[in-house]
Every structure is written in structure tokens, then in C-alpha cells.
Antibody
Framework: QEQLVESGGGLVKPGGSLRLSCAASGMPFRDYYMTWIRQAPGKGLEWVSHISDGSTASYYADSVKGRFTISRDDAKKSLHLQMNRLKVEDTAVYYC??????????WGQGATVTVSS | DIVMTQSPDSLAVSLGERATIKCKSSQSVLSSSQNKNYLTWYQQKPGQPPKLLIYWASTRGSGVPDRFSGSGSGTDFTLTISSLQAEDVAVYYCQQHFSNPRTFGQGTKLEI
């Protein structure tokens, strides 16, 4: 079945870097826009970044612009989020999500990122 | 940015009763060219990722029970659960897909 599995989460100090990955299976990965959504502890959902099919376009929330970079490897059916200059407020569960024009229909289980000294 | 505001923040409903959640956008999310409202509802149960419930404001997602329904257009939308079941306890979010950033409402916690 269609599945997304995140990896790469962990504990990092403020100012540090982390790279999240997402492995897709059961779907023609190259055909879809992909997104990262995050959820801080006890809080709501925040759109972080998306990348188009073919990597021709990407978008970043203002809160991460200039620090995070989204990329994809269609041959390996994988999505990545390079996170630099991390801040305490970046602490969250990060979800890899397939985006369709009507909404986000396939979600991973999430990777936990904790930024703390 | 389009601001999405849900009401109420939390709601307690008895089993078998109707639950109604509102979502208001700061500007219209209706595409006149496609005649579609770019409004989606998600359900998030504790410890799980969100699940798509309703898209285009009123179309149920795959496998979603028919007790869930969505309505509204333009800037005002409603999610209705006609007869609350125990498994419907969750946080419900609306999201607009009309423009970047694809903003979410703050969430509505539904309890029994």
C-alpha cells in the first residue's frame, strides 16, 4: 500500500543541523508534489515546505526560509529536508506528506526533532 | 496569508448526538474558474498523523463514514458529524489550499 516513512529525527543543539528523509513506497512518487508539515508539542499543524513534481518549484514558510532546504530524489523515491541553524522553536514532529490539489492524502508517522541545549 | 479560524476550540458532545465545527477564512478560497472551494478537513486522533476527511469543502475522502459531511463556500465552512461515535474523539483541522502558505485552522478538540 502507499506508505511514507520518515527518518533522521533526533536531539540537536540550537544552531545545529539535521537532515530528515522520507522513503516512499507503493506509489509513483515522481508524479506528486510532496510536503513537510510540522506539529510542535501540544500545538496545531504548520505547513513548512513543499516541492513540485520534477523539483521545478518549492515553497518555504517564512519561519524556515533561508534555513531549511527541501529536495527530492525521484530515482530513490525519497524526500529530504535539510535543516540548518535550528532554533528551539523548530522542535516538533515533522510529517512527510503527499500533496494533491484537493488536499494531503498520505501521511507518514512523523519524525521527532528536538532542539535543546 | 489567509488566516483560518475555527470555532469552537473545544467541544463536548454526547454519543449519538450531532457535532458541528466551523471554519472561517480571512479571504475567499473559492476558485471561480474551477467552481471549487479549496478547503479540506482533517481528523487527528491522539498519537496518530492527521487523516484527510473532506476535500473540496464537501467531498468525503476514501473510506470516510457518511456521518461526516462538509458544507459551505467562499469564506465560511462547516464540518458536521451527524451521530457521534466514540471513535470520533479527535482534533479536527481545516486547511485552505487556495494560496501559499497553505494555512491551517488552530484545531477543534472534540470530546464526549
Amino acid at each position: 500500500q502507499e506508505q511514507l516513512v520518515e527518518s533522521g529525527g533526533g536531539l540537536v543543539k540550537p544552531g545545529g543541523s539535521l537532515r530528515l528523509s522520507c522513503a516512499a513506497s507503493g506509489m509513483p512518487f515522481r508524479d506528486y508534489y510532496m510536503t513537510w508539515i510540522r506539529q510542535a508539542p501540544g500545538k496545531g499543524l504548520e505547513w513548512v515546505s513543499h516541492i513540485s513534481d520534477g523539483s521545478t518549484a518549492s515553497y518555504y514558510a517564512d519561519s524556515v526560509k533561508g534555513r531549511f532546504t527541501i529536495s527530492r530524489d525521484d530515482a530513490k523515491k525519497s524526500l529530504h529536508l535539510q535543516m540548518n541553524r535550528l532554533k528551539v522553536e523548530d522542535t516538533a514532529v515533522y510529517y512527510c506528506v503527499r500533496w494533491r490539489p484537493f488536499g494531503m492524502d498520505v501521511w507518514g508517522q512523523g519524525a521527532t526533532v528536538t532542539v535543546s541545549s | 496569508d489567509i488566516v483560518m479560524t475555527q470555532s469552537p476550540d473545544s467541544l463536548a458532545v454526547s454519543l449519538g448526538e450531532r457535532a458541528t465545527i466551523k471554519c472561517k477564512s480571512s479571504q475567499s478560497v473559492l476558485s471561480s474558474s474551477q467552481n471549487k472551494n479549496y478547503l479540506t478537513w482533517y481528523q487527528q486522533k491522539p498519537g496518530q498523523p492527521p487523516k484527510l476527511l473532506i476535500y473540496w469543502a464537501s467531498t468525503r475522502g476514501s473510506g470516510v463514514p457518511d456521518r461526516f459531511s462538509g458544507s459551505g463556500s467562499g469564506t465560511d465552512f462547516t464540518l458536521t458529524i451527524s451521530s457521534l461515535q466514540a471513535e470520533d474523539v479527535a482534533v479536527y483541522y481545516c486547511q485552505q489550499h487556495f494560496s501559499n502558505p497553505r494555512t491551517f485552522g488552530q484545531g477543534t478538540k472534540l470530546e464526549i
